[in-house]
């Protein structure tokens, strides 16, 4: 089965409108980490935002922020007031300690912002 | 700027050829995480480094090698190169093995002709 979920091959958002792009995991283990990375063209993964399973709390950072549903198995991410500078591609990603805490990552979303 | 440098940025060799790519860690992370990028395969770990020792596996070819030096930049070597291992290799370091957040460098763009 699929550690990571990523339903979502191209999403279409209007400048300053918000959008949320899609994640569901597997994972046995009660302690993981749920992270969400931004992939721009150039290529480099830029860290957006992370949610610890036991943290009670939706994370936030700016205009993102990561819905955490943990019964449903879902980490959805919620970008505010997208900007031109939003598109690019977004992996959703788990780390569990049952599997050395490797990163696993989905296929990505790829966020196009239309001016 | 993730704090972790990765040289070169990009490399263009020929096939049966060997390279080095390197990783310095952002100051105080003590782990190391080498992952491949390609089209095809999507985002592969390929194996973790913890304090000088080698802690993961993930599906990394016997033609490539790994390791982390006393004062925790990592190489990632990789010989008889073929086209198929043209793709994007990126470090990652956080600060212990565990699942806290970990800051991936620029990569490193590899290209087999």
């Known amino acids: 089965a699929q550690k990571i979920t990523q339903t979502q091959p191209g999403m279409f958002v209007q400048e300053k409108e918000a959008v949320t792009l899609d994640c569901t995991y597997d994972t046995s283990d009660q302690s993981y980490g749920l992270f969400w990375y931004k992939q721009p063209s150039s290529g480099e993964m830029i860290f957006l935002i992370y949610?610890?399973?036991?943290?009670?709390q939706n994370a936030t950072e700016g205009r993102y922020s990561l819905n955490f549903q943990k019964a449903r198995k879902s980490a959805n991410l919620v970008i505010s007031a997208s900007q031109l500078g939003d598109s690019a591609m977004y992996f959703c990603a788990m780390r569990e300690p049952s599997t050395g805490n490797q990163f696993y990552f989905g296929t990505g979303t790829s966020l196009t912002v239309i001016p | 700027d993730s704090g972790v440098t990765q040289t070169p940025k990009h490399l263009i060799t020929a096939t049966g050829q060997r390279v080095t790519l390197r990783c310095s860690p952002r100051s105080g992370d003590l782990s190391v995480y080498w992952y491949q990028q390609s089209l095809d395969q999507g985002l592969q770990f390929l194996i973790q480094?913890?304090?000088?020792?080698?802690?993961a596996k993930g599906n990394i070819l016997e033609r490539f090698s790994a390791q982390q030096f006393p004062d925790l930049h990592s190489e990632l070597n990789l010989s008889s190169l073929e086209l198929g291992d043209s793709a994007l290799y990126f470090c990652?370091?956080?600060?212990?093995?565990?699942?806290?957040?970990?800051?991936f460098g620029q990569g490193t763009r590899l290209t087999v002709v």
């Open positions: 480094y913890y304090n000088g020792e080698e802690r």
């Open positions: 990652a370091s956080s600060v212990s093995g565990g699942f806290s957040e970990a800051f």
């Open positions: 949610q610890g399973s036991y943290d009670e």
